[in-house]
């Protein structure tokens, strides 16, 4: 299990190759990548600024992996979250989840993203072509998500 939270920029296959080279245990990879669009509610989008809490990021995001873990059997799995001033195109975040079974993985990198989307101590700000700038707030379907997951098991 693996958490990182980072200015740099990842390169997907190679988290990949690292996560699962050599681990016989896993027979299903579920991926999601997130990446910063261009535009928002028709409005261009210039970048994003992500702001976090060094150290209280890092630890929330380790309890949610450590939930997965718990739930979905998983053989590795890995979250990376970048943060500062992210352009439209780059990557913002990666979750990877290995399982036994193509299930438990699907399933797990589900999970993870709709807690990331709801809990983890992220504050985005998007800077408009405009000039505009506006603090994201959270959605409600963000929350009816990670909710779901209250009721959930296999």
């Known amino acids: 299990m693996s958490v990182r939270v980072s200015t740099a920029d990842f390169d997907i296959s190679e988290e990949m190759d690292r996560l699962t080279s050599g681990n016989t245990e896993i027979g299903g990879v579920a991926l999601f990548a997130g990446k910063v669009r261009g535009d928002v509610n028709g409005e261009a989008l210039a970048s994003m600024t992500l702001e976090h809490y060094p150290g209280m990021t890092e630890a ?3 309890r949610i992996e450590g939930e997965a873990q718990r739930r979905f059997e998983l053989s590795a799995s890995l979250i990376i979250h970048r943060v500062g001033e992210l352009k439209p195109g780059d990557n913002i975040v990666l979750v990877i989840t290995c ?3 193509r299930k438990h993985a699907f399933a ?4 993870l993203m709709d807690y990331l989307k709801m809990y983890a101590p992220f504050w985005k700000k998007e800077t408009f072509a405009s000039g505009a700038t506006r603090w994201v707030a959270a959605r409600e379907s963000d929350d009816e998500a990670a909710a779901a997951w209250a009721a959930y098991s296999e």
């Open 60 to 62: 929330e995001l380790e």
């Open 108 to 111: 797990a990198a589900e999970f």
């Open 99 to 101: 399982a036994p079974h």
